[in-house]
Protein backbone atom coordinates (compact mmCIF):
# COMPACT_ATOMS: atom_id res chain seq x y z
CA UNK A 1 0.00 0.00 0.00
CA UNK A 2 1.57 3.50 -0.97
CA UNK A 3 0.77 6.29 1.59
CA UNK A 4 -1.88 8.39 0.77
CA UNK A 5 0.31 11.82 0.54
CA UNK A 6 1.86 9.64 -2.82
CA UNK A 7 -2.02 8.49 -3.96
CA UNK A 8 -2.75 12.32 -4.25
CA UNK A 9 -0.05 13.74 -5.55
CA UNK A 10 -0.40 10.90 -8.39
CA UNK A 11 -3.86 11.77 -8.47
CA UNK A 12 -3.37 15.13 -8.92
CA UNK A 13 -0.79 15.34 -11.68
CA UNK A 14 -2.55 12.76 -13.48
CA UNK A 15 -5.65 14.50 -13.39
CA UNK A 16 -4.03 17.33 -14.83
CA UNK A 17 -1.87 15.84 -17.49
CA UNK A 18 0.99 17.84 -16.34
CA UNK A 19 4.68 16.83 -15.11
CA UNK A 20 4.98 20.05 -13.11
CA UNK A 21 2.56 22.49 -11.47
CA UNK A 22 2.75 25.31 -9.34
CA UNK A 23 1.16 25.27 -5.40
CA UNK A 24 -1.86 26.56 -6.43
CA UNK A 25 -2.80 23.89 -8.95
CA UNK A 26 -1.88 21.91 -6.46
CA UNK A 27 -3.80 23.12 -3.36
CA UNK A 28 -6.90 24.60 -5.54
CA UNK A 29 -8.40 21.45 -7.04
CA UNK A 30 -7.79 19.47 -3.20
CA UNK A 31 -10.10 22.37 -1.97
CA UNK A 32 -12.21 24.00 -4.27
CA UNK A 33 -13.02 21.46 -7.76
CA UNK A 34 -12.42 18.07 -5.18
CA UNK A 35 -13.88 19.85 -1.97
CA UNK A 36 -11.50 16.98 -0.02
CA UNK A 37 -9.93 19.28 1.65
CA UNK A 38 -10.34 22.99 3.50
CA UNK A 39 -8.09 25.58 1.44
CA UNK A 40 -5.58 26.10 4.68
CA UNK A 41 -5.63 22.26 4.78
CA UNK A 42 -4.82 21.79 1.27
CA UNK A 43 -2.13 24.49 1.68
CA UNK A 44 -0.94 22.56 4.73
CA UNK A 45 -0.48 19.24 2.55
CA UNK A 46 1.29 20.62 -0.51
CA UNK A 47 3.58 22.39 2.64
CA UNK A 48 4.26 18.70 4.45
CA UNK A 49 4.56 16.99 0.35
CA UNK A 50 7.80 19.51 0.51
CA UNK A 51 9.02 19.14 3.55
CA UNK A 52 8.80 15.36 3.00
CA UNK A 53 10.68 15.50 -0.16
CA UNK A 54 7.44 13.87 -1.72
CA UNK A 55 7.54 16.94 -4.46
CA UNK A 56 10.36 19.06 -5.10
CA UNK A 57 10.20 23.11 -6.73
CA UNK A 58 12.27 23.92 -9.37
CA UNK A 59 11.86 27.50 -11.49
CA UNK A 60 8.99 28.01 -9.56
CA UNK A 61 6.96 24.61 -9.99
CA UNK A 62 6.24 21.49 -7.97
CA UNK A 63 7.60 18.12 -9.45
CA UNK A 64 7.00 14.82 -7.91
CA UNK A 65 10.39 13.63 -6.37
CA UNK A 66 9.57 9.81 -7.14
CA UNK A 67 8.13 7.86 -10.22
CA UNK A 68 4.75 8.38 -10.56
CA UNK A 69 4.13 5.45 -12.40
CA UNK A 70 5.15 3.23 -9.58
CA UNK A 71 1.72 4.26 -7.27
CA UNK A 72 -1.20 2.78 -8.59
CA UNK A 73 -4.54 5.34 -7.63
CA UNK A 74 -6.94 2.87 -6.52
CA UNK A 75 -10.85 3.22 -8.58
CA UNK A 76 -12.53 6.06 -6.88
CA UNK A 77 -9.72 7.03 -4.93
CA UNK A 78 -11.08 10.06 -1.74
CA UNK A 79 -8.51 10.28 1.11
CA UNK A 80 -9.57 9.30 4.37
CA UNK A 81 -11.92 11.45 6.01
CA UNK A 82 -10.58 11.15 9.25
CA UNK A 83 -6.95 11.77 8.22
CA UNK A 84 -8.43 15.13 7.17
CA UNK A 85 -10.63 16.01 10.47
CA UNK A 86 -7.42 15.99 12.71
CA UNK A 87 -5.23 19.34 12.91
CA UNK A 88 -2.33 18.99 10.64
CA UNK A 89 -0.13 18.10 13.26
CA UNK A 90 -1.54 14.93 14.20
CA UNK A 91 -2.19 14.58 10.39
CA UNK A 92 1.89 14.89 9.34
CA UNK A 93 2.63 12.34 12.17
CA UNK A 94 -0.19 10.27 10.91
CA UNK A 95 1.62 10.32 7.26
CA UNK A 96 5.17 10.08 9.57
CA UNK A 97 3.97 6.53 10.56
CA UNK A 98 2.21 5.21 7.59
CA UNK A 99 5.60 5.82 5.06
CA UNK A 100 7.94 3.80 8.02
CA UNK A 101 5.61 1.02 7.76
CA UNK A 102 4.66 1.25 4.45
CA UNK A 103 9.00 1.21 3.80
CA UNK A 104 9.03 -1.83 6.48
CA UNK A 105 6.04 -3.58 4.75
CA UNK A 106 7.78 -3.57 0.88
CA UNK A 107 10.91 -4.93 2.19
CA UNK A 108 10.40 -7.24 4.55
CA UNK A 109 6.83 -8.32 3.17
CA UNK A 110 5.19 -9.04 5.91
CA UNK A 111 1.13 -7.54 6.67
CA UNK A 112 0.44 -3.69 7.61
CA UNK A 113 -1.25 -4.64 10.35
CA UNK A 114 1.04 -6.99 11.85
CA UNK A 115 3.97 -4.17 11.56
CA UNK A 116 1.37 -1.52 13.03
CA UNK A 117 1.05 -4.27 16.07
CA UNK A 118 4.59 -4.54 16.70
CA UNK A 119 5.05 -0.86 16.70
CA UNK A 120 2.57 -0.36 19.19
CA UNK A 121 3.86 -3.37 21.49
CA UNK A 122 7.36 -2.03 21.26
CA UNK A 123 6.00 1.72 21.98
CA UNK A 124 4.28 0.75 24.49
CA UNK A 125 7.07 -1.63 26.35
CA UNK A 126 10.09 0.87 25.55
CA UNK A 127 7.91 3.76 26.19
CA UNK A 128 8.40 4.98 23.10
CA UNK A 129 7.04 7.83 20.57
CA UNK A 130 4.94 6.27 18.24
CA UNK A 131 7.18 7.67 15.68
CA UNK A 132 9.93 5.91 17.16
CA UNK A 133 8.74 3.18 17.26
CA UNK A 134 8.22 2.84 14.25
CA UNK A 135 12.20 3.65 13.28
CA UNK A 136 13.08 1.52 16.18
CA UNK A 137 11.08 -1.79 14.45
CA UNK A 138 12.45 -0.60 10.89
CA UNK A 139 15.91 -0.94 12.45
CA UNK A 140 15.32 -4.60 14.09
CA UNK A 141 14.14 -5.60 10.52
CA UNK A 142 17.26 -4.34 8.82
CA UNK A 143 15.45 -1.65 6.77
CA UNK A 144 16.77 1.16 5.92
CA UNK A 145 14.56 4.23 6.93
CA UNK A 146 17.34 6.80 7.13
CA UNK A 147 15.02 8.97 4.77
CA UNK A 148 12.04 9.59 7.28
CA UNK A 149 14.78 10.87 10.33
CA UNK A 150 14.63 14.53 10.16
CA UNK A 151 10.57 14.35 9.65
CA UNK A 152 10.73 11.82 13.16
CA UNK A 153 13.09 14.47 14.47
CA UNK A 154 11.40 17.67 13.81
CA UNK A 155 8.18 15.78 15.35
CA UNK A 156 9.64 15.42 18.78
CA UNK A 157 10.90 18.86 19.06
CA UNK A 158 7.79 19.88 18.71
CA UNK A 159 5.84 17.84 20.95
CA UNK A 160 8.34 18.37 23.36
CA UNK A 161 8.16 22.54 22.81
CA UNK A 162 5.85 23.83 25.27
Not at 6 to 24: M, P
Not at 65 to 79: D, S, Y
Not at 108 to 128: A, P, R, S, V
Request: charged share 30%; glycine share 6%.
Amino acid sequence: MDSEAKIIIVFLFNRSGKTELTEAELYLPLSMELGWLSTKESQEFVKYAINQGLLVKKEGFLHPNFPLETIRVPVGFTPSKKIFSKNADDYKEELIIEGIITEICSQIHQNKQDILEEIEKEGTEKNLLPEVAALYVARKHGVDISEWYNSVEKTIVRENKG
